[in-house]
């Protein structure tokens, strides 16, 4: 079975420094994972993703994540935090060819910038 | 127009009312989804129209009901909804395949649903 944790529910930073925003999944086979992110009022947009090529992977906005088999993470990055960052993310798992029903979203993790 | 469009976006209605949300996706995706996203909790699956397949989640009401015309149309019908109904509805397509590996999906601005 698979599932996916996102370890903090809200994440504050200071315009300028690093993001960090923690993920971890289970699952029975290969998995592909997502980052997506959601601005207020607004539907998801993916950010990244994982399909078993390179494992870190760059996304828009300057955000990578970087998949960690032995320690099943796929935590998202960015290295200097943007005001326009603040937004809600999602980490999102689906085993590799299973039924569409089987993508399991996290329960999200709400980054806000300080100025 | 481009991508995954929703209509209405904000919508009210009574608890006795029947009312529809359309999604139309313009990007030749042959799976589409529906969401359910209430403040606090994880986004929660309720249908999907893949590879001709409907897959629907156990716990949704039969108040909700969906419908695909099409591969780029997706419906969802409601009927005699409650108070707690209420949530934000999000519309989503992808290009589903049964090989490897899983695609991603694309996301619609939703329907803010207020059921009074």
């Known amino acids: 079975a698979q599932s996916v944790t996102q370890l903090d529910s809200h994440v504050s930073v200071s315009e300028g420094t690093p993001v960090l925003l923690r993920c971890n999944y289970s699952s029975s086979y290969s998995p592909s994972l997502f980052w997506y992110v959601q601005h207020p009022n607004k539907g998801l947009q993916l950010l990244l993703k994982?399909?078993?090529?390179?494992?870190l992977v760059k996304g828009i906005n300057g955000f990578e994540a970087e998949f960690k088999k032995s320690e099943t993470s796929f935590h998202l990055t960015k290295p200097s935090a943007h005001m326009s960052d603040a937004a809600e993310y999602f980490c999102?798992?689906?085993?590799?060819?299973?039924?569409?029903?089987?993508?399991?979203f996290g329960s999200g993790t709400r980054l806000s910038i300080r100025p | 127009e481009t991508g995954v469009t929703q209509t209405p976006r904000h919508l009210v209605m009574g608890m006795t009312n029947k009312k529809s949300l359309k999604c139309e996706q313009h990007?030749?995706?042959?799976?589409m989804y529906w969401y359910k996203q209430s403040a606090k909790k994880p986004l929660e699956l309720m249908f999907v129209?893949?590879?001709?397949?409907?897959?629907e989640n156990n716990s949704v009401p039969s108040r909700f009901s969906p419908e695909c015309p099409n591969s780029s149309h997706l419906f969802l019908h409601l009927h005699t909804l409650q108070p707690e109904d209420s949530a934000l509805y999000l519309c989503?397509?992808?290009?589903?395949?049964?090989?490897?590996?899983?695609?991603?999906?694309?996301f619609g601005p939703g329907t803010r649903l207020t059921v009074l």
């Open positions: 999102v798992v689906s085993d590799q060819g299973s039924s569409a029903s089987k993508i399991i």
């Open positions: 129209y893949s590879l001709e397949e409907r897959v």
């Open positions: 989503a397509s992808s290009q589903d395949s049964n090989s490897v590996p899983r695609n991603e999906q694309f």
């Open positions: 990007l030749g995706h042959n799976a």
């Open positions: 994982y399909t078993s090529a390179a494992t």
